[in-house]
């Protein structure tokens, strides 16, 4: 499906082939309990790639999603976005909400907002009116085939419909960048096939970098390339054929 969203969320063509994160022998050490998250990482994500993370509990998938999206900032080393360090970035939150969409597995939509009404959460303070507002979250939903649930709430919804407008919600301010963590680990097999399907296609359609963190193979095999982790490192690192 084809949206006139695309011609906004598509990177310009001086931006391509660069890397949309960097991240230099990134370490991240939690005081509480000395635990140390990640162990020097260093790897660069591509504009408009398709990474998939895997590793058992505790290897540090989370954190490094963490890191990549700017919820959380590295103990030593560099994490860089389109180039600028993040940890001297001025405006980290405006470049949080306004390049970069996160996908949680708990989904985290209001439960008194109608789907509608979550999708518009993050426009709130960039200046558009109302209507702006509405036409985009009916446009974006309608983008995810949740256009005749608009009105619904989440209890209202099946747990695939519930993800499919948090995606919705994640694509509010045309991101650059999709950070999505275990997207699927709420879903039963059939949902779980419709929710990366869906992510798949508007990878390509919008042209952004997608990031999934996931335990499951069939959905690691969707990406272009698959990270393996294990003590905090990077102990693989596979492109598709």
């Known amino acids: 499906m084809k949206s006139s969203l695309n011609a906004a969320m598509t990177p310009e063509a001086g931006e391509l082939g660069g890397a949309v994160v960097s991240l230099q022998q ?10 140390q998250a990640l162990a020097g990482v260093t790897l660069d994500l591509p504009e408009q790639a398709f990474v998939s993370v895997m590793g058992p509990s505790g290897s540090g998938k989370s954190t490094l999603l963490n890191l990549i999206g700017g919820l959380d900032l590295p103990t030593s080393g560099r994490v860089l976005f389109r180039g600028q360090s993040l940890a001297t970035h001025q405006q980290l939150d405006k470049l949080r909400s306004q390049t970069i969409g996160f996908v949680f597995q708990t989904f985290h939509l209001l439960p008194n907002l109608t789907a509608r009404e979550n999708v518009q959460l993050p426009m709130f303070g960039d200046g558009r009116s109302d209507a702006q507002r509405e036409s985009s979250a009916a446009e974006l939903l309608a983008l995810v085939g949740m256009a005749d ?5 989440p209890g209202q919804l099946s747990i695939g419909q519930r993800q499919r407008v948090a995606i919705a919600r994640a694509l509010a301010n045309q991101p650059v960048l999709l950070l999505a963590d ?17 992510l798949s296609r508007l990878h390509c359609e919008l042209g952004m970098a997608l990031v999934v963190v996931t335990h499951d193979e069939a959905v690691a095999s969707r990406a272009d390339r698959t990270l393996h982790m294990l003590d905090g490192r990077v102990v693989g690192d596979t492109v598709a054929s």
């Open 182 to 198: 275990e997207p699927t680990g709420s879903l039963d097999s059939a949902s779980g096939t419709a929710v990366m399907d869906l």
């Open 26 to 35: 990134v370490t991240k050490i939690y005081p509480d309990g000395n635990v």
């Open 149 to 153: 649930r608009q009105q619904h709430l």
